[in-house]
């Protein structure tokens, strides 16, 4: 059972547009929430992140929506580049008694056309 | 800090065969994790550890895994015997959760393992 799920396998946007990338969770106890970038060969880097207290966090060009109710997360990228061309993960985690232990999403493979 | 080893950076072996792969955390870091990458399933976690201490396995596919942490900075995943099936990307993860910021954890380079 997925409890992440990203649905969309890939993603393909016009340099200066916006990137929408989803991500639908089903454990009501999940209460921090994560997105990591990852390019070819590397290893995933943290991107950023929001708590379940939070509908919304900014940092630069990359801002992440929580919309409890419906389960669901989205990563905002304005305006898209070329350089953010990456696999997208979302990760979430179930409680601060389970400190340390994150699940993630399958991924979401963007592709910024210059 | 050089951030989370991980090697070999490439593996090809026979099935039947014995793979090891190794991880050494960031230093300081208490937790450490384990995962595979596939097509399918995105990032999995196949086992994590607490102070050298193996918390949750449940991920771990078959007896035919096994992982150990003897020292704090030093891991070990283990295959054996390997099967084609194996064939993926395996990650190396640590992290110093601190509970009110949130479980960053930094990743290894990877481990891309095909078994023929």
């Known amino acids: 059972d997925q409890q992440v799920k990203q649905n969309s396998p890939s993603l393909s946007v016009q340099e200066g547009r916006i990137s929408i990338l989803n991500c639908d969770y089903t454990n009501s106890m999940f209460d921090y929430f994560l997105w990591y970038k990852k390019y070819p060969a590397e290893g995933p880097t943290f991107l950023i992140s929001?708590?379940?207290?939070?509908d919304k966090n900014e940092d630069g060009r990359f801002t992440v929506f929580l919309n409890k109710s419906a389960k669901h997360l989205s990563l905002h990228i304005v305006p898209s580049q070329p350089g953010d061309s990456a696999v997208y993960f979302c990760a979430a985690r179930a409680g601060s008694s389970n400190t340390g232990k994150l699940i993630f999403g399958q991924g979401t493979t963007l592709q910024v056309k210059p | 800090d050089a951030g989370v080893i991980q090697s070999p950076r490439h593996e090809v072996t026979e099935m039947g065969q014995e793979v090891t792969l190794r991880c050494k955390p960031i230093?300081?870091?208490?937790?450490l994790f384990w995962y595979r990458q596939t097509m399918m399933r995105g990032l999995e976690l196949l086992i994590y550890?607490?102070?050298?201490?193996?918390?949750?396995d449940s991920g771990m596919p078959e007896d035919r895994f096994s992982a150990k942490m003897p020292n704090a900075s030093f891991s070990t995943l283990k295959i054996q015997p390997s099967e084609p099936r194996d064939s993926a990307v395996y990650f190396c993860?640590?992290?110093?959760?601190?509970?009110?910021?949130?479980?960053?954890?930094?990743f290894g380079p990877g481990t891309r393992l095909t078994v023929l």
């Open positions: 230093s300081g870091h208490d937790y």
């Open positions: 993860a640590s992290s110093t959760p601190s509970g009110t910021i949130g479980d960053e954890q930094f």
């Open positions: 550890f607490n102070n050298n201490v193996p918390i949750d």
């Open positions: 929001i708590s379940s207290i939070k």
